[in-house]
């Protein structure tokens, strides 16, 4: 008998996308024991019928691995269950976007699972309202396998992550096709081996669940905000924006904020300026006797071409200096030269400390590099060259592990990125925590409380969280 094993990246697409419309993944059904299906377990996979030929009529064993999206690193995945000895619901993988294919495999589930419900809605009413670029899209298929609950469960550590890529090492040596978000394995071996190598926690005869997933619509309700209302949430500009925004309009909070980050003895009286962007540094804030710099990465790296090379990033560099450089045309009055041959100096002696600074590393380079250069750039041209600079990189809990840092927690690995200690936005929730007169103070702290979280969970509790609303659980 043969076998077919699958990989279903869930809770991500264009479909989902469309949150203005509501949309629900199908894959909600994955997670949850549907009633009036004879006591089995219903499981999404694919909705147009696109299945290799030769499996279009499988009747073997077929097993589904269901993993997730892992902080924006697209080949890392986050595993949420896996379902093994799965059957296909005959006829739901006739092939083509044809209204005539989709009705018939429409009919094809209804056939087999006419009445599957959770909650107090039918499945297919909890999808009725879905719709794709504008149109209806509720009636496709809404289930591709079946199974007994007895053959589904979840790792028993919910941050186990795997890497999913064509590179040695890999934990599945495959990519994972970005459009169809799943994947047919190729080599049943290793797979088989991922599989046993994780320790499995199995569906719950007791409670009639699937661990982690109790079909309760409260515990995956989203804390709304300002940043939810308009999306902007895990938006670093956003976010860079209202800290400086509350650090400003708080006397308080900055006193902490300083004290506790670096570790000085501000009495809260000296002048401070923040500045935001400046030459693309999140937060710079410059008091009189020190210098803090922020960089804010929440979904994003360091890495990024075009800093490699010690050419790229004295070109970079230099370029944040523009307003420097004279022009390439030479005054004719005397008085006029004068200052354009005080600029050009000027321009020359930036010129020199970048590349010393640049020279100083072989590479390659990131943009923690350029911007370190720069700070010490800003600093020779402020006359502050003796005041020290504290660099700090702010990262979610749940992207922490991307960067390799040492003991002290400052970044290794980059030139210059050992100068920025690594602090989490629960570093900074216990801080803004601390400090009741700030603006927006509800909103901003259950916004961190998303970032301080060790699992990038926002979006799959967002569907989940509909889902079951919508079947009135």
């Given at each position: 008998?043969?076998?077919?094993n699958?990989v279903?990246?869930t809770?991500?697409?264009r479909?989902?996308?469309?949150?203005?419309?509501k949309?629900?993944?199908?894959?909600?059904?994955n997670?949850?024991?549907?009633?009036n299906t004879?006591?089995?377990?219903?499981?999404?996979?694919?909705?147009?019928g696109?299945?290799?030929?030769?499996?279009r009529?499988?009747?073997?064993?077929?097993?589904?691995?269901?993993v997730?999206?892992?902080a924006?690193?697209?080949d890392?995945?986050?595993v949420?269950?896996?379902?093994k000895?799965?059957?296909?619901i005959p006829?739901?993988?006739i092939?083509?976007q044809?209204?005539?294919?989709?009705?018939?495999?429409?009919?094809?589930f209804?056939?087999?699972?006419g009445n599957a419900?959770?909650g107090?809605?039918?499945l297919e009413n909890?999808?009725?309202d879905?719709?794709?670029?504008g149109?209806?899209?509720?009636?496709?298929?809404?289930a591709?396998?079946?199974?007994?609950p007895d053959?589904?469960?979840?790792?028993?550590?919910?941050n186990?992550?795997?890497q999913i890529?064509?590179v040695?090492?890999?934990?599945?040596k495959?990519n994972?096709?970005?459009?169809?978000m799943?994947?047919?394995?190729?080599?049943?071996?290793?797979?088989d081996?991922?599989?046993?190598s994780?320790n499995?926690?199995?569906f719950?005869?007791?409670h009639?669940?699937?661990p982690g997933?109790n079909?309760?619509?409260?515990?995956f309700?989203?804390n709304?905000?300002?940043?939810?209302?308009?999306r902007n949430?895990?938006d670093?500009?956003s976010?860079?924006?209202?800290?400086?925004?509350?650090?400003?309009n708080?006397?308080?909070?900055?006193?902490?904020?300083?004290?506790?980050?670096v570790?000085a003895?501000?009495?809260?009286?000296?002048?401070y300026n923040?500045?935001r962007?400046d030459?693309h540094?999140?937060?710079?804030?410059?008091?009189?006797?020190?210098?803090?710099i922020?960089e804010n990465?929440?979904?994003?790296?360091?890495?990024?071409?075009?800093?490699?090379?010690?050419?790229?990033l004295?070109?970079?560099?230099?370029?944040?200096f523009k307003?420097?450089?004279?022009?390439d045309?030479i005054?004719k009055?005397?008085n006029?030269?004068?200052?354009?041959?005080e600029?050009?100096?000027l321009?020359n002696?930036?010129?020199?400390?970048i590349n010393?600074l640049?020279?100083?590393h072989?590479?390659?380079?990131c943009?923690l590099?350029?911007?370190?250069?720069q700070?010490?750039v800003?600093?020779?041209?402020?006359?502050r060259?003796?005041?020290p600079i504290?660099?700090?990189?702010?990262?979610p809990?749940?992207?922490?592990s991307?960067?390799?840092?040492?003991?002290?927690?400052?970044l290794?690995g980059?030139p210059y990125s050992?100068n920025y200690?690594?602090i989490?936005?629960e570093d900074?929730?216990?801080i803004f925590?601390g400090v009741q007169?700030?603006p927006?103070?509800?909103?901003?702290?259950?916004e961190?409380e998303l970032l301080k979280s060790?699992?990038?969970?926002?979006?799959?509790?967002?569907?989940?969280?509909?889902?079951?609303k919508k079947?009135?659980?």
């Amino acid at each position: 008998m043969s076998k077919l094993n699958l990989v279903m990246n869930t809770f991500s697409g264009r479909y989902l996308g469309e949150r203005s419309n509501k949309n629900i993944g199908h894959e909600n059904i994955n997670f949850f024991m549907p009633s009036n299906t004879d006591g089995f377990y219903l499981l999404w996979f694919n909705c147009d019928g696109v299945f290799p030929v030769q499996y279009r009529a499988h009747d073997g064993e077929i097993n589904l691995l269901m993993v997730t999206n892992f902080a924006n690193e697209k080949d890392k995945f986050r595993v949420l269950a896996f379902a093994k000895n799965c059957h296909l619901i005959p006829g739901v993988t006739i092939p083509s976007q044809k209204p005539e294919s989709k009705n018939a495999r429409h009919t094809a589930f209804l056939s087999k699972f006419g009445n599957a419900q959770y909650g107090h809605e039918t499945l297919e009413n909890i999808f009725l309202d879905n719709t794709y670029q504008g149109n209806p899209d509720g009636d496709n298929t809404l289930a591709t396998f079946y199974t007994s609950p007895d053959n589904i469960s979840v790792p028993d550590d919910p941050n186990l992550t795997i890497q999913i890529r064509d590179v040695d090492g890999a934990d599945i040596k495959q990519n994972m096709a970005n459009e169809k978000m799943r994947m047919y394995i190729k080599d049943d071996d290793s797979f088989d081996a991922l599989i046993k190598s994780i320790n499995w926690i199995p569906f719950d005869r007791e409670h009639n669940i699937l661990p982690g997933f109790n079909p309760n619509s409260n515990d995956f309700k989203e804390n709304e905000t300002f940043f939810t209302a308009t999306r902007n949430e895990k938006d670093e500009l956003s976010l860079s924006n209202i800290i400086a925004y509350c650090l400003s309009n708080s006397s308080e909070l900055f006193r902490n904020f300083v004290n506790i980050l670096v570790g000085a003895n501000y009495n809260g009286n000296a002048e401070y300026n923040i500045q935001r962007e400046d030459k693309h540094v999140d937060l710079t804030i410059m008091l009189n006797d020190r210098t803090i710099i922020i960089e804010n990465k929440i979904d994003s790296t360091i890495v990024e071409k075009g800093y490699e090379t010690k050419e790229a990033l004295i070109e970079k560099t230099l370029r944040a200096f523009k307003d420097y450089k004279p022009s390439d045309k030479i005054p004719k009055r005397q008085n006029k030269r004068v200052e354009y041959n005080e600029k050009l100096a000027l321009y020359n002696e930036i010129k020199s400390k970048i590349n010393d600074l640049v020279d100083a590393h072989d590479g390659p380079f990131c943009q923690l590099s350029k911007y370190y250069i720069q700070s010490r750039v800003d600093a020779f041209l402020k006359d502050r060259e003796d005041i020290p600079i504290n660099y700090f990189f702010l990262v979610p809990n749940y992207t922490k592990s991307k960067f390799d840092t040492d003991k002290n927690n400052y970044l290794i690995g980059k030139p210059y990125s050992n100068n920025y200690k690594m602090i989490t936005y629960e570093d900074l929730y216990n801080i803004f925590s601390g400090v009741q007169n700030f603006p927006y103070r509800d909103d901003v702290l259950k916004e961190f409380e998303l970032l301080k979280s060790d699992v990038d969970n926002a979006d799959q509790n967002r569907q989940i969280y509909t889902f079951l609303k919508k079947a009135g659980l």
